[in-house]
Nanobody
Framework: VQLQASGGGLVQAGGSLRLSCAAS????????MGWFRQSPGKERMFVAR????????TYADSVKGRFTISRDNAKNTVDLQMNSLKPGDTAVYYC?????????????WGQGTQVTVSS
């Protein structure tokens, strides 16, 4: 699976951004998908994931109530709507395809898109 993330940018605190990840190469609807983020000097952290058919969604505590993950299996895309952004959300965001329909190890990573939230 090849993953291409887009939609990052610079936004003021309290603003919104929508990230999108386009997948190609294999049957997208077989894979659980997720978003991770990595800030300078820190480990890559889990943000959100969605099961292959969209029925199971999980968020990191730090983004619950502010971020929404969704997928469109007809278009082979997974999106992350980010609202009420905070400076602490500043990071490179990566989309990922899990090995299974729900979660498990990540088998494929996208290239990352930078999100910068100014105070």
């Amino acid at each position: 699976v090849q993953l291409q993330a887009s939609g990052g940018g610079l936004v003021q605190a309290g603003g919104s951004l929508r990230l999108s990840c386009a997948a190609s190469g294999r049957t997208f609807s077989n894979y659980g998908m997720g978003w991770f983020r990595q800030s300078p000097g820190k480990e890559r952290m889990f943000v959100a994931r969605i099961s292959s058919k969209g029925g199971i969604i999980t968020y990191a505590d730090s983004v619950k109530g502010r971020f929404t993950i969704s997928r469109d299996n007809a278009k082979n895309t997974v999106d992350l709507q980010m609202n009420s952004l905070k400076p602490g959300d500043t990071a490179v965001y990566y989309c990922a395809a899990y090995r299974t329909a729900i979660a498990g190890p990540v088998d494929y990573w996208g290239q990352g898109t930078q999100v910068t939230v100014s105070s």
